[in-house]
């Protein structure tokens, strides 16, 4: 009678132990059949591990947050290396097709395959006392407004922007576009109010140039040098 007993118990432990295993296969299923819906979720067909589910989820949430701030041409930049000048103090992602060069006055970047295609990036002391003008245009001005407390154009009829999320100090980075400056075509100023440093890059495009690559190549850098400003960390 005993046997019996434990027998029925015994079975009766597989029985429940096989209706949870049911029930999570039917909701693991139901889940990776809605998260993979029109490609949504972090599953692809190519997912071989909980790694690589994880590093989808990860692309995921950085293509979300790049919509939700406005920039839909994110570019990924897990692959680009680390650049740090000790000089500064100062760290930067930049990908495989830029070459960077230290300076005693300031960090040179240039096009891998056309090194005559340049940016630059200096470093100046004086948080409140900065001020940027333009040579060509000097009515366009960029400077410390300390009654409001902040960084503004002072001209009306510019169109520059200001882009967010630059590592290491929280703070905004001002944008100069073509249509603000005169001798360069882009212009980005990163104030770090915490260091009482301002950081300035500058990219001067729309050279001309024989080599029928130019055109692509400098479209190629102005885009990754608008994402490089942004891993900037001082």
């Known amino acids: 009678m005993r046997n019996n007993t434990n027998l029925k118990y015994g079975f009766g432990l597989i029985g ?3 209706s949870v295993g049911i029930i999570v296969l039917l909701v693991g299923s139901f889940y990776f059949g809605l998260a993979n819906f029109e490609g949504l979720g972090p599953f692809t067909a190519t997912s071989t591990s909980i790694v690589d589910v994880g590093m989808n989820a990860e692309k995921m949430a950085q293509d979300l947050k790049a919509k939700l701030e406005g ?17 500064f103090g100062l760290s930067f992602k930049f990908p495989g097709t830029m ?12 096009q891998l395959e056309l090194s ?3 940016a630059s990036i200096t470093i100046t002391k004086g948080y409140q006392n900065y001020k940027w003008t333009d040579s060509i245009v000097p009515e366009i001005t960029f400077q410390f407004n300390t009654q409001a407390g902040q960084y503004e154009y002072l001209n009306a009829y510019s169109n520059g922007n200001a882009l967010f999320g630059a ?12 249509g603000d400056v005169g001798n360069v075509s882009h212009a980005f100023v990163i104030p ?30 102005e885009s ?3 994402t490089l400003v942004k891993t900037i960390a001082l």
Request: charged share 20%; proline share 2%.
């Open 71 to 87: 920039n839909q041409s994110y570019t990924d930049t897990r692959d680009w290396q680390m650049h740090t000048n000790q000089r």
């Open 224 to 226: 990754d040098l608008e």
């Open 192 to 221: 770090v109010q915490a260091k009482d440093v301002v950081a300035v890059v500058t990219f001067d495009a729309g050279g001309k140039h024989t080599d029928a690559r130019y055109p692509a190549l400098e479209s190629q850098f």
């Open 116 to 118: 005559d295609i340049q």
């Open 16 to 18: 429940l132990l096989l």
């Open 99 to 110: 070459t960077v060069r230290d300076t005693p006055e300031r960090i040179l970047l240039a």
């Open 167 to 178: 590592t290491g100090q929280g703070n905004s980075i001002f944008h100069l576009s073509s």
